[in-house]
């Protein structure tokens, strides 16, 4: 079944302590993208990837980085989290980025809670 | 101002009746997504527009260009189409800028 898989799908963790969310396709996908929702702010996009080994900062990327070794995986890692990162967390797909924007497909989202 | 605005941000309908919920945009666009998000969180896209107008079951989604807005309508809507729905634009210009959302429509149908 093709599809987005994020793990964890519920984290709660403590100020500074580094934590990785794993996002993982199975589609072939070249371009994949991570973005954050917030109540009252809606989704917003933190970082994407038009290939492996290209990555590029969206409109929120502060406290966040990401890496693209392979490309079915695109991991984002909140090395020293803070409670404002508190959010819904989403990663997505598509087959490329070009003129044409293919449909994204969302993964199920990971709800992460910093205290 | 928000590059994206959607509009009603609460709509509350019976079941049967028709929906339109819109969406304008102030940025040049590559292409424009529908999505829906049920309560559940999970989201799912539904249309993507750069040019005319797309058809799904009981959902037309509309784009002019030229006015920078577009419409999504439900016909004959039922409570399972209770969600949020939300418009999304792939900025153009030159690289890939990803894409940038409205605050969605919260939509309840009710029977």
């Known amino acids: 079944e093709a599809q987005v898989t994020q793990n964890p799908r519920y984290l709660i963790t403590v100020t500074g302590k580094k934590l990785t969310v794993t996002c993982s396709q199975n589609?072939?996908?070249?371009?994949m993208s991570w973005y954050r929702q917030d109540p009252g702010l809606g989704l917003r996009q933190i970082y994407y990837s038009m290939n492996v080994e290209v990555t590029d900062k969206g409109d929120v990327p502060e406290g966040y980085k990401v890496s693209r070794k392979e490309k079915r995986n695109f991991p984002l890692i909140l090395e020293s989290p803070s409670p404002n990162q508190t959010s819904l967390y989403f990663c997505?797909?598509?087959?490329?980025?070009?003129?044409?924007?293919?449909?994204?497909?969302f993964g199920p989202g990971t709800r992460l809670t910093v205290l | 101002k928000n590059e994206v605005e959607q509009s009603p941000q609460n709509l509350t309908a019976q079941e049967g009746e028709f929906i339109t919920i819109n969406c304008s945009y102030s940025?040049?666009?590559?292409?424009l997504h529908w999505l829906q998000q049920h309560p559940g969180g999970g989201i799912v896209s539904l249309f993507m527009l750069s040019s005319g107008k797309k058809k799904h079951g009981r959902l037309i989604a509309t784009i002019n260009i030229q006015e920078k807005h577009s419409s999504l309508h439900i016909t004959a809507s039922h409570p399972r189409d209770s969600a949020v729905y939300i418009c999304?634009?792939?900025?153009?210009?030159?690289?890939?800028?990803?894409?940038?959302f409205g605050k969605g429509t919260h939509l309840i149908i009710q029977p």
């Open positions: 999304a634009v792939g900025r153009s210009g030159g690289g890939a800028d990803g894409l940038t």
């Open positions: 940025v040049g666009i590559s292409a």
């Open positions: 589609m072939n996908h070249e371009y």
């Open positions: 997505a797909s598509s087959p490329s980025w070009g003129e044409q924007t293919d449909t994204q497909y």
